[in-house]
């Protein structure tokens, strides 16, 4: 049963909305022991267990659970970390259609923000890396993206992309970023979903039956509501002794 005080991790459930993107999922084969393959970048089984692991650590050691995680919060958890490279091969797609590059002073800069809103957020009591607190923060909002503290690069990396794409657009729609009415904050979402799901459909992506399955028109992922991720007390001990 979850905490009370964590809408939280019962939040990731709907990650199969939240996170999802439209992807094609293309053709062939999963390679042996392959969670996911996108734009030819393998990511294990093992990875994903890991992962999964190191977030049940995460919010277990913070208190948000009562009776350990569920089946369908492992599954959602599962999810999210293959939405989140899904989620930034598409921006990068889009981000390179634009021609615009994002680059390491500006994953710096999203990541110093990340960290320190996590930090005020959590408090002086928190007292893990820094990635944890950016995990945990996350997992405390009511859009929880169930981000694993060893995923969060690819996190940032996604708010800088975001960022920079939001810019470039509004420059080019002749819109203020500083003075965003809900006419043009529309007009700017419009533009934005619309690069991104033609984004969605160039993307190479393979997900493996494990973890569900794309739904391009509707950009949710369907199906494995329960999970075969099962990570054991060992595993978990080592996760709370492996520094992030």
């Known amino acids: 049963m979850v905490h009370a005080r ?19 999922a293309c053709g ?3 390679q042996a022991g392959a969670a996911a393959v996108v734009q030819g970048e393998r990511t294990s089984d093992r990875d994903v267990q890991s992962e999964v692991a190191s977030v049940v650590s995460l919010v277990e050691r913070a208190g948000l659970t009562q009776g350990g995680v ?27 259609d634009l021609g615009v590059t994002v680059g390491p002073d500006a994953d ?7 960290v320190r809103s ?28 169930g981000v694993a503290p060893s995923v969060v690069p690819v996190f940032t990396h996604i708010q800088a992309l975001k960022n920079a794409i939001a810019t470039n657009q509004a ?31 160039e993307i190479d992506v ?27 007390k060992d595993q978990l001990a080592a996760r709370q002794q492996q520094p992030q």
């Open 206 to 232: 393979k997900v493996s039956p494990r973890y569900g399955a794309f739904d391009p028109e509707k950009g949710d992922i369907f199906g494995a509501t329960t999970s075969w991720i099962r990570p054991t």
């Open 118 to 145: 996590a930090r005020t957020s959590l408090g002086p009591k928190f007292t893990g890396s820094d990635n944890e607190a950016v995990a945990l923060a996350d997992i405390q909002t009511q859009r929880a993206s």
């Open 70 to 96: 569920t089946d369908s919060q492992r599954a959602a958890l599962a999810k999210a970390q293959i939405s989140l490279l899904v989620e930034v091969a598409k921006l990068q797609k889009v981000a390179d």
């Open 171 to 201: 420059a080019q729609l002749h819109i203020d970023l500083n003075a965003l009415d809900a006419k043009s904050a529309q007009k700017l979402d419009d533009a934005i979903q619309a690069l991104e799901q033609k984004a969605a459909g």
């Open 6 to 24: 964590s809408v939280r991790l019962a939040a990731v459930i709907v990650l199969g909305g939240a996170v999802a993107l439209a992807t094609t």
């Open 28 to 30: 062939g084969p999963m």
């Open 108 to 114: 710096a800069e999203e990541r110093g923000i990340l």
